[in-house]
Each structure stands twice: as structure tokens, then as C-alpha cells.
């Protein structure tokens, strides 16, 4: 069984930043491919950024690329969403997610929550004016 726990989740200005971390357990993260999804209020879950542990790729959703990083640590099991120039319209609760592990191709199942088969709790992030 995977556990996923996030935290770093909080109230920050426009223009601000904030660090979000998922520690992983449960198993060896090398074949997975993990995520960050979003949900705002009344709003369905959406994608954010993906990276395969195996080699480090990433991939962003466009309403971020530039602003957001994601990143990992192998030694920590530790995944993190670093959050620049943060929006007002990037407030949601911020999951990280994690796939069945093996080979993934498919871009859009990367991006589709359907994929991943493991959530953390969530951690709320408010952007204020």
C-alpha cells in the first residue's frame, strides 16, 4: 500500500510563493509516474504537473508552466510543487497523486486523474489580493 501525505499548503499574497511537499511510503517510487492536482470550489480536479521518478521528466499544465516547478527527492521519498508568482485563481486544495508504477506513454493519461491509484489528503492554498 502507498501512503502519500502533503503538507506545506497555505495563505499567501498574490505574487508570492509557496512549497508544497508529498513524502512518499509504501513502496519504491522508481517506476512511477506522480503528480499534482488541484481542485477549486465548484470546480472539477485538474491536472498541475506530472514527473516520472525513473528519470525525472516533468510536464505541466499550462496555467502553470513557468510559474511551477515540480521536483523529488529519491533519498526522502519526497516529492515537492515549488509555486511562484502565485494567482489568485490558484487556489484550490493540492493533491499529489501517484500512478500503479510501470511504463506510461500515454500524455493524456498523464494528465487525467483516472490514471493515478494513490491521493494524498490534500493541503489548501488561498491566494489573496
Known amino acids: 500500500q502507498v501512503q502519500l501525505v502533503e503538507s506545506g499548503g497555505g495563505l499567501v499574497q498574490a505574487g508570492g510563493s509557496l512549497r508544497l511537499s508529498c513524502a512518499a511510503s509504501g513502496r519504491t517510487f522508481s517506476t512511477y509516474t506522480m503528480g499534482w492536482f488541484r481542485q477549486a470550489p465548484g470546480k472539477e480536479r485538474e491536472f498541475v504537473a506530472a514527473?516520472?521518478?525513473?528519470?525525472?521528466?516533468?510536464y505541466y499544465a499550462d496555467s502553470v508552466k513557468g510559474r511551477f516547478t515540480i521536483s523529488r527527492d529519491n533519498a526522502k521519498n519526497t516529492m515537492y510543487l515549488q509555486m511562484n508568482s502565485l494567482k489568485l485563481e490558484d487556489t484550490a486544495v493540492y493533491y499529489c497523486?501517484?500512478?500503479?508504477?510501470?511504463?506510461?506513454?500515454?500524455?493524456?493519461?498523464?494528465?487525467?486523474?483516472?490514471?493515478?491509484?494513490?491521493w494524498g489528503q490534500g493541503t489548501q492554498v488561498t491566494v489573496s489580493s
Open positions: 497523486a501517484a500512478g500503479r508504477g510501470g511504463v506510461l506513454r500515454s500524455d493524456v493519461r498523464r494528465r487525467s486523474s483516472n490514471y493515478y491509484a494513490y
Open positions: 514527473l516520472s521518478w525513473s528519470d525525472g521528466s516533468t
